[in-house]
Nanobody, 116 residues
Framework: QVQLVESGGGLVQPGGSLRLSCAASGFTFSSYAMSWYRQAPGKERELVARISSVGGSTNYADSVKGRFTISRDNPKNTVYLQMNSLKLEDTAVYYC?????????WGQGTQVIVSS
């Protein structure tokens, strides 16, 4: 069955870094665009970053441009989110998403807490 398993979340101080990973299985990973979304308490889920199926195109939310980097390793069926210079407002549950046409899969999320 389809699985997206996020990992790498945790507690970090402002200015610190984390690297999130999303391991995919059960579908043809290399055919899907992959994204990271986040949802903070009391807020709607928002797109953080997206990478095309072959990795040639990336998009970022304005709030994370220059700080976050999305990448993927198709042979390993994994997508990453390198998060640097973390801010308090980056605190959220981060979700991995796979999308191909109208087909979309979600992971269960990993918590990121930025706090001093």
């Amino acid at each position: 069955q389809v699985q997206l398993v996020e990992s790498g979340g945790g507690l970090v101080q402002p200015g610190g870094s984390l690297r999130l990973s999303c391991a995919a299985s059960g579908f043809t990973f290399s055919s899907y665009a992959m994204s990271w979304y986040r949802q903070a308490p009391g807020k709607e889920r928002e797109l953080v970053a997206r990478i095309s199926s072959v990795g040639g195109s990336t998009n970022y939310a304005d709030s994370v441009k220059g700080r976050f980097t999305i990448s993927r390793d198709n042979p390993k069926n994994t997508v990453y989110l390198q998060m640097n210079s973390l801010k308090l407002e980056d605190t959220a549950v981060y979700y991995c998403n796979a999308k191909w046409g109208l087909v979309s899969f979600w992971g269960q999320g990993t918590q990121v807490i930025v706090s001093s």
